[in-house]
């Protein structure tokens, strides 16, 4: 498709236990960002790819959490250990202009930790 | 406090009607200013950029004031279709991966 996806749609996992969170951007798209959004609120950033690079992981909210592009397009986010709070939309998405606008959105990985 | 804040809402107009709301900021080296609409269990898109002559898109307009550090935007002849969240988000000069995402307002037209 032209957009980008994200894989898996739901996630349910038990606390505690690791989870991988794919996002496929659109085809050449240089840029490629993670959000978290919680219910009500916006977008927060977690993580900034530069084709490969990893340039800016401030957003990431502990050392359970790592993103990686090993190839410049595809992109994984990955939760170790999982906790309730991690309970929330994971959004990608990716840009092919500097400024990084307008980003492009995938549906996103809604993901429920019991 | 919030880098960028947002009147949650909801608004609550009929059909018809011409609504605005607005965002502030709290950093002054913000760069860029845009508006995203987010529809229920979808994903955010971008709705316009706004810039600093203000513009206007259609029934859109955004305005920018640097000045007093908020954007808004005002939806004339409102329709049942612009029921949505719309989010506010600031970039900063200092990093093009610092984008920043207001928490929303949420909009409701009724017929």
């Known amino acids: 498709g032209a957009g980008v996806s994200q894989s898996p749609r739901y996630k349910v996992a038990k606390r505690g236990q690791d989870v991988a969170l794919r996002c496929d951007p659109i085809s050449g798209h240089v840029s490629l960002f993670w959000y978290q959004q919680a219910l009500g609120q916006g977008p927060e950033f977690l993580t900034y790819f530069q084709n490969e690079a990893q340039l800016d992981k401030s957003g990431l909210p502990s050392d359970r959490f790592f993103a990686e592009r090993p190839e410049g397009s595809v992109s994984t986010l990955k939760i170790q250990r999982t906790q309730q709070e991690d309970s929330a939309v994971y959004l990608c998405?990716?840009?092919?202009?500097?400024?990084?606008?307008?980003?492009?959105f995938g549906d996103g990985t809604r993901l429920s930790i019991l | 406090r919030k880098e960028v804040e947002q009147d949650p809402g909801p608004f609550n107009v009929p059909e018809g009607a011409t609504v605005a709301f607005n965002c502030t900021y709290s950093?002054?080296?913000?760069?860029?200013f845009f508006w995203y609409r987010q529809d229920c269990r979808k994903e955010p898109k971008l709705l316009m950029s706004v810039y600093s002559s203000g513009n206007e898109d259609g029934r859109f307009t955004a305005q920018l004031n640097r000045a007093s550090q908020y954007i808004s935007l005002l939806i004339r002849d409102s329709k049942l279709s612009d029921s949505a969240t719309y989010l506010c988000v600031v970039t900063l000069y200092s990093s093009a991966s610092k984008i920043i995402f207001g928490s929303g307002t949420r909009l409701s037209i009724r017929p």
């Open positions: 950093n002054s080296a913000s760069q860029s």
């Open positions: 998405a990716s840009s092919s202009r500097t400024g990084n606008q307008p980003q492009h």
